[in-house]
C-alpha cells in the first residue's frame, strides 16, 4: 500500500500522512547462529531498552540525540512538543511497527526496525492539515472536502512552516530509529560478542518512506509526496517489510 503524489507549487500535510519520516532501518551481525537461550536474553533487554507501543521512556533522553540545525522559534508545533519528544526518541510505537532479528538469505542474521516520528509527527501533520482545511475553504477551493488533499502554497508562510516542521520530524524519526538501533547493537555486543558489517558502505540502511521533497521528473521541477513508498533511483538502498512471519527485503534500485 503506497501513494506517490507530484504537485507544482503547493504541498499537501494529508499526502505526507501523521507518521512523517516513517521509515525502515537494518543492520547485519556477523552472526550466523544465535542460540535460542542467548536469544532470549536479546528480545528480553530490547524490551528494557526500547520502549514499546503507547510506552514512552520515564525521563528525557538528552537533547544532544535530537535533530540540530533548526531553529525552534519558528516550528510552533515542534517546540510545543519538544519536551515531550526527549522522552519518546529511542521507542518504537504500536501499529505496525516493529523490532525483528531475522535470518539473511547471506546466512547472516539481521536487525531491523521499522518506526517514525511518534507524536511528534501527529501533531505535525494535525496542525497543519487543519490550518490547510480552513485556508482552501477560505479560498473556495476545488479541491472536494471529501478528497482530504487541501494543500498550502509552497512559498506561503504557511506552506515554508510546514516544509520545515515535516523535514524535522523526518530527522527526528531517522535519529529514533537511529537511537533504538544503537541500543539493540550495544545488546548484541555484550551478549554475542559480535561485530557488525558495512552494507553498500554503511552500517545502518535506512530509508524513510512518509515524506515530501522537491525533484525533477520530465524536465519539470515538481514537489514529491511519498506515503508508504521510497526513491527506487539508481542504487538507492531501499527496506520492503514483511509482515510476522513472512520475508523482508533489502534492495537496490535500478533508476528505471
Avoid at 72 to 94: D, N
Avoid at 154 to 177: I, L, P, T
Avoid at 211 to 238: D, M, P, S, W
Wanted: glycine fraction near 8%.
Amino acid at each position: 500500500i503506497g501513494g506517490v503524489l507530484a504537485t507544482k507549487d503547493v504541498i499537501i500535510p494529508n499526502a505526507v500522512g501523521v507518521d512523517i519520516g516513517c521509515g525502515m532501518c537494518a543492520v547485519k551481525t556477523s552472526l550466523q547462529n544465535i542460540d535460542i537461550e542467548i536469544l532470549k536474553k536479546i528480545m528480553s533487554s530490547i524490551r528494557e531498552a526500547v520502549p514499546l507501543g503507547f510506552k514512552h521512556h520515564g525521563h528525557a533522553q538528552s537533547a544532544a540525540l535530537m535533530p540540530q540545525d533548526y531553529d525552534l522559534a519558528e516550528m510552533p508545533v515542534t517546540k510545543r512538543e519538544f519536551k515531550s519528544a526527549t522522552h519518546q526518541i529511542g521507542t518504537l510505537g504500536g501499529g505496525n511497527h516493529f523490532i525483528e532479528i531475522q535470518k539473511g538469505s547471506d546466512g547472516n542474521i539481521w536487525i531491523m526496525i521499522h518506526s517514525g516520528s511518534r507524536n511528534l509527527g501527529k501533531q505535525v501533520a494535525d496542525y497543519y492539515n487543519k490550518i490547510a482545511i480552513e485556508l482552501n475553504r477560505k479560498w473556495k477551493s476545488e479541491i472536494l472536502k471529501e478528497w482530504q488533499l487541501a494543500y498550502l502554497p509552497v512559498a506561503s508562510k504557511e506552506g515554508k512552516m510546514y516544509f520545515n516542521e515535516m523535514q524535522y520530524c523526518v530527522d527526528f524519526a531517522y535519529a529514533n530509529r537511529r537511537l533504538m538501533m544503537e541500543r539493540i547493537m550495544n545488546i548484541f555486543e555484550v551478549e554475542c560478542s559480535c561485530s557488525f558489517e558495512k552494507f553498500m558502505g554503511n552500517y545502518i540502511t535506512n530509508i524513510a518512506h512518509n515524506y515530501a521533497c522537491e525533484e525533477i521528473h520530465f524536465q519539470e521541477k515538481v514537489l514529491i509526496h511519498r506515503k508508504g513508498a521510497t526513491l527506487a533511483t539508481e542504487n538507492t538502498i531501499g527496506i520492503i517489510p514483511g509482515s510476522q512471519g513472512t520475508k523482508s527485503y533489502i534492495v537496490k534500485g535500478k533508476g528505471n
